[in-house]
């Protein structure tokens, strides 16, 4: 009976030994999937960053240019010549 209990505990341990090696075959691969992932995060991250920034900057300078042509009340000013007085 001894036997045939440190038989079955021997074939446990060379599965549970089986195991821990595949376990640490697949992390690694598993960590550089993880990694990956954030540097495309981190790389979409930076192309919205770089994105808005643009869109920003366009703003601003629109902005700047079209501001002298607003008159103190905040409305056009070239709209002012569509309404001769006249006429």
């Known amino acids: 009976m001894t036997v045939w209990e440190n038989m079955q505990k021997a074939e446990a341990e060379a599965a549970i030994q089986n195991l821990v090696i595949k376990l640490e075959k697949k992390r690694p691969y598993s960590l550089e999937r993880i990694f990956n992932t954030l540097r495309s995060g981190s ?24 501001a002298p ?12 010549g569509c309404f001769r007085q006249d006429l």
């Open 43 to 66: 790389r979409k991250t930076q192309v919205v960053r770089s994105t808005s920034t643009a869109n920003q900057n366009q703003h601003i300078s629109r902005t700047i240019k079209t």
């Open 69 to 80: 042509n607003l008159s103190k009340n905040g409305q056009m000013s070239s709209l002012s």
